[in-house]
């Protein structure tokens, strides 16, 4: 059949505002989750990353949060700069197995 | 400490050849799983070593394959190339398996 190509959500925000990145996982039995961020032309770049006995972890300007109740992740950055530009996708893995990723988020920086 | 590194960055084969690619870890590092990446899949697990064992090897036909040497230094080859071949290959690696897992630049392989 015909291969239908991913359609990356998309997200743009002015600089300096905050963004939140959303991402829906598959397996309620995952607990150990990465954010990783890429850019045009580079591999995918570890950010932050939490694991299931914990709802929040804060980095530097990232905030991870998880819910484990409806598999819901989500990646806050704050005071968002033109540097962030990239896609954004959202790992998973239960313990022993592979990782797998989501389809990613587009984030544009208005400046 | 040096990153996840991989050779070559870019490569260009025909249909029918083979090719192999190489990912040197982070220094410690003895997990060293392979993704393909495309547009229209995204990321997609190959496979996974782990002191030169596979662990784990996802949904992709025998054509793939891969190793890892006793300095973790793992490399994977692909056969018989074929179009749909064409897509960056990335290299991740970590300390234990499936584990705060760093990834290389990439080979971004084109098949004619």
């Known amino acids: 059949g015909e291969s239908v190509g991913l359609h990356l959500p998309t997200l743009s925000v002015q600089e300096g505002d905050n963004s939140i990145i959303n991402c829906a996982y598959s397996n309620s039995a995952s607990d150990y989750f990465i954010w990783y961020k890429q850019e045009s032309g580079k591999g995918p770049q570890f950010i932050i990353d939490?694991?299931?006995?914990?709802d929040k972890r804060q980095g530097q300007r990232v905030t991870v949060l998880l819910n484990k109740t409806v598999k819901h992740l989500s990646l806050q950055i704050a005071a968002t700069q033109p540097g962030d530009s990239a896609v954004y996708f959202c790992a998973e893995n239960e313990a022993g197995n592979q990782f797998y990723f989501g389809t990613g988020t587009s984030l544009t920086v208005i400046p | 400490k040096a990153g996840v590194t991989q050779t070559p960055r870019y490569l260009i084969k025909t249909r029918g050849q083979q090719v192999t690619l190489s990912c040197s870890p982070i220094?410690?590092?003895?997990?060293v799983s392979w993704y393909q990446q495309t547009p229209g899949q995204g990321l997609q697990f190959l496979f996974e070593?782990?002191?030169?064992?596979?662990?784990n090897k996802g949904n992709f036909p025998g054509r793939f394959s891969g190793r890892q040497f006793s300095n973790s230094r793992s490399e994977m080859n692909v056969s018989t190339l074929e179009l749909g071949d064409s897509a960056l290959y990335l290299c991740a690696s970590s300390l234990i398996s499936y584990n705060e897992q760093f990834f290389g630049p990439g080979t971004r392989l084109t098949v004619l």
């Open positions: 070593y782990f002191s030169e064992t596979q662990r």
């Open positions: 220094s410690g590092h003895r997990s």
């Open positions: 939490i694991r299931s006995n914990m």
